[in-house]
């Protein structure tokens, strides 16, 4: 199974500020084929379905605002949280789909400092 | 507007069953590949299971092979988790996802459910 790690476990990031969050994958999920990477992101709030934000590591899903955006390629990636705003406090949780299972890393919880 | 609405949980002892339902509507349910996601209570996402669009492919995580089956109805727009033999490490919320491609498979879930709690205890 392809292991995926986030770091850091929690953040704390004041209104306005970014908010940068890693996720390493124990293997490529490159596929080169077609240079796209098998990586989405997710954002947990209580009460409310998780939501799609990023998928092939770099495109925002529709409706997503444009402070949210996500990069890396092959084993490291960032979700970057550009001026956070106070809905974004949640757990964000990376996920590849390469291979199966489609492991998801363990999560991040973000707060406001 | 898109909606999956997960329903069948509940309290079950070990060894026992249970069938999850997923009732989805606002799409064409029959041309995408779906998915199920469990998160034990506290804890992180773990995937489940896929199936393709006639329910002819599916997959599962180690942990729940040869206990679990999915299987979908396309007449009825709901997509099922047969589980059996039910273990405590079972519990969890489970959330039914739908994959994003259309008549394809991507392997990412766009639209998820509020989830079923499935507890496992004696």
Known sequence: DIVMTQSPDSLAVSLG??????????????????????????QQKPGQPLKLLIYWASTRESGVPDRFSG???????????????AEDVAVYYCQQYYGI????????????? | EVQLVESGGGLVQPGGS???????????????WMHWVR????????????INI?????????????????????????LYLQMNSLRAEDTAVYYCARDPG??????????WGQGTLVTVSS
């Not at chain 2, 249970?18 to 349910?29: I, N, P, V």
């Not at chain 2, 998160?39 to 896929?50: K, Y």
């Open chain 2, 18 to 32: 249970l069938r999850l339902s997923c009732a989805a509507s606002g799409f064409t349910f029959s041309t995408y």
């Open chain 1, 17 to 42: 500020e970014r908010a940068t969050i890693n996720c390493k994958s124990s293997q490529s999920v490159l596929y080169s084929s077609d240079n796209k990477n098998f990586l989405a992101w997710y």
């Open chain 2, 54 to 78: 006639d329910g002819s492919i599916t997959s599962y995580a180690d942990s729940v092979e040869g206990r679990f089956t999915i299987s979908r109805d396309n007449a009825k727009d709901t």
């Open chain 2, 39 to 50: 998160q034990a209570p506290g804890e992180g996402l773990v995937w489940v299971s896929r």
């Open chain 1, 71 to 85: 990069s890396g390629s092959g084993t490291d990636f960032t979700l970057t949280i550009r001026s956070l705003q």
């Open chain 1, 101 to 113: 299972p489609h492991t998801f890393g363990q999560g991040t919880k973000l707060e406001i400092k």
């Open chain 2, 102 to 111: 259309h008549s394809g498979y991507v392997g990412s879930c766009d639209y």
